[in-house]
């Protein structure tokens, strides 16, 4: 079936680098472009990033840009994102999701980011 | 980028419809039809209930029903039903591959 399963979370010092990874699988992941989604700790949804299903287009949240990178290996099925500069507004539970029609119609289980010292 | 508001909460008894509204700008939802809604239950990750304003994905039941006008969206849900409740996000492509999402409401079934 068609899933995606994301990885790497874990609890870091502001100012320390994460990688997060999400693995898909039961579609053709090198066909659609990709998005990582946030969520605070009771809060709502916050948009991070997209990349185009080729991997050479990259866009960002203002308030992640030039922290963050988004990446992915397409012979892996991976979609990644490098955090680095980490703040603890960072903390958050991260998302990767599947684009549909300029929406997001899957989604991983999402893995939880804490920045504290 | 700022977010799309959303009223913090809804309610309505079992049958009854409710509707829930995402007021944007003409950056985001006046100026795309590419409004979208999610559903999330606790503790879960958030599934697409409506995608391009108008559309319903495959298993997603025809309780739910969006629209738009000018900068501000809205989400039906007619027949209401204990599982519907839920928070509701709303999102729209902002151009220049951004988008943004609402705030949330969260829907509570009397």
């Known amino acids: 079936q068609v899933q995606l399963v994301e990885s790497g979370g874990g609890v870091v010092q502001p100012g320390g680098s994460l990688r997060l990874s999400c693995a898909a699988s039961?579609?053709?992941?090198?066909?659609?472009?990709m998005h990582w989604v946030r969520q605070a700790p009771g809060k709502g949804l916050e948009w991070v990033a997209i990349i185009w299903y080729h991997g050479t287009d990259k866009y960002y949240a203002d308030s992640v840009k030039g922290r963050f990178t988004i990446s992915r290996d397409n012979s892996k099925n991976t979609l990644y994102l490098q955090m680095s500069s980490l703040r603890a507004e960072d903390t958050a539970v991260y998302y990767c999701a599947k684009t549909f029609m300029y929406g997001m119609d899957v989604w991983g289980q999402g893995t939880t980011v804490t920045v504290s010292s | 980028q700022s977010a799309l508001t959303q009223p913090p909460s809804a309610s309505g008894s079992p049958g009854q419809s409710v509707t829930i509204s995402c007021i944007g700008t003409?950056?985001?939802?006046?100026?795309?039809?590419?409004v979208s809604w999610y559903q999330q239950h606790p503790g879960k990750a958030p599934k697409l209930m409506i995608y391009?304003?108008?559309e319903r994905p495959s298993g997603v039941p025809d309780r739910f029903s969006g629209s738009k006008s000018g900068n501000t969206a809205s989400l039906t849900v007619s027949g209401l039903q204990a599982e519907d409740e839920a928070v509701y996000y709303c999102s729209s492509y902002a151009g220049s591959n951004n988008w943004v999402f609402g705030g949330g409401t969260k829907l509570t079934v009397l």
């Open positions: 039961g579609f053709s992941f090198s066909s659609y472009d």
């Open positions: 003409n950056s985001d939802v006046g100026d795309y039809n590419y």
């Open positions: 391009e304003v108008t």
